[in-house]
Structure formats: structure tokens, C-alpha cells
């Protein structure tokens, strides 16, 4: 158990379609970001929220875009969907106390666009 | 050029085998260093994290070279659960933080 949760597992999209994966974290973790990873590469960062706010970005177009709620929880948007959308998508949350520098990643919503 | 680029493998060793992972990376502003083991279908996980003096945990030593912007990884006395793929990563404090990971390197230990 983490202590980052992902939903969902597993998805199937059609181009052109939205999807929200969502992530939840235990209390303290009030970083949030969330990294993209193709088949046969390392994860890429996409963006990252700090209390509620966005406060760092990859090299990600405007179409994927996040939110952070008060309660630490937070989502991926993606619009217009395209075919190399497909990857794992993975949650990381940071939080304060001991492990202030460590980040525990979700185990991830596996997206598919057909 | 990728910021952090990473041995492509994959290494295919016997059980008990000494095995080296290498990787490089090009921003000389990068300021903390690790390996995150990757399982099959499964999230990265953190293996340790690397110093400038080197360090041991186990049968795993990391390395940091910040003059060569080296890391090195090496697993001594390979177990079967040792097959995993191993992420290189770095990390330069900015106003966030984001990790920069490498393509990874695959390690199948074999009976």
C-alpha cells in the first residue's frame, strides 16, 4: 500500500474523446504531480500542483490539464485524445514530515486510444 | 539528446552474477540522483538514492561522478527477483518538483 490511489486501472478511449483519471492520497501529501510513460520509456513529467495550484509543467500541450482539491486529491484532463495519448499514466504525490523528499507514486491508469 | 540517457540493454545474467548499470546525464544543475526499480506492468519504485561519496545498501552500490555527469548502479550476487527494469533519474530544484527519468535498462536474471 502507497498511499497513492489511481482510478482507473485500465481504460479504452476512441480518438478525439476526453478522458479524467483521477488520484487520491493520504493527508500530507500536498505536492501532487502526475508523469506520462509510452511503451519502452521512462515516465515524463507532465505537470505538478502545490496547494491547489499548478507550479510546474512539461512539454505537454494545453489539451492535458490537472486540478488539485483540498483534500489532496487531484485529476488528469485530457482532450482530444490521439493515438499516442496511449500510455501509463502515473500519479506521484510528495508530502511534508519525514518523508518530505520522497515521492510515492500510484500504480498507475492504463489509458488505450483506438 | 535525451537529458538522461541509460545503457539500453537488456542484460541477461545468470543468477549470482555481478552486473553494472551506467547512465549519463547532460544538466550539470541537476542536484539529487536515484534508481527506481520498475517491475513488469507496474509502478517505478524507489531503490536508493545516489550521493556524491557513493553508497551501499545490500548488494547494491550507486555511484555519482558530478565532474562526468556519471551514475552507475551495481548489483552483486544477482537473485531471480532482481529482474526488473532499473530507471535512471535525476532531479534539479526548481519551483517544482520533477524527476527526469531515463528510458531504463531491462535485467532478466536467469537460473
Known sequence: ?114 | RKEVEQDPGPFNVPEGATVAFNCTYSNSASQSFFWYRQDCRKEPKLLMSVYSSGNEDGRFTAQLNRASQYISLLIRDSKLSDSATYLCVVNKRDSSYKLIFGSGTRLLVRP
Open chain 1, 1 to 114: 500500500e502507497t498511499g497513492v490511489t489511481q482510478s482507473p486501472t485500465h481504460l479504452i478511449k476512441t480518438r478525439g474523446q476526453q478522458v479524467t483519471l483521477r488520484c487520491s492520497s493520504q493527508s500530507g501529501h500536498n505536492t501532487v504531480s502526475w508523469y506520462q510513460q509510452a511503451l519502452g520509456q521512462g515516465p515524463q513529467f507532465i505537470f505538478q500542483y502545490y496547494r491547489e495550484e499548478e507550479n510546474g509543467r512539461g512539454n505537454f500541450p494545453p489539451r492535458f490539464s490537472g486540478l488539485q482539491f483540498p483534500n489532496y486529491s487531484s485529476e488528469l484532463n485530457v482532450n482530444a485524445l490521439e493515438l499516442d495519448d496511449s500510455a501509463l499514466y502515473l500519479c506521484a504525490a510528495k508530502g511534508g514530515g519525514s518523508g518530505a523528499n520522497v515521492l510515492t507514486f500510484g500504480a498507475g491508469s492504463r489509458l488505450t486510444v483506438l
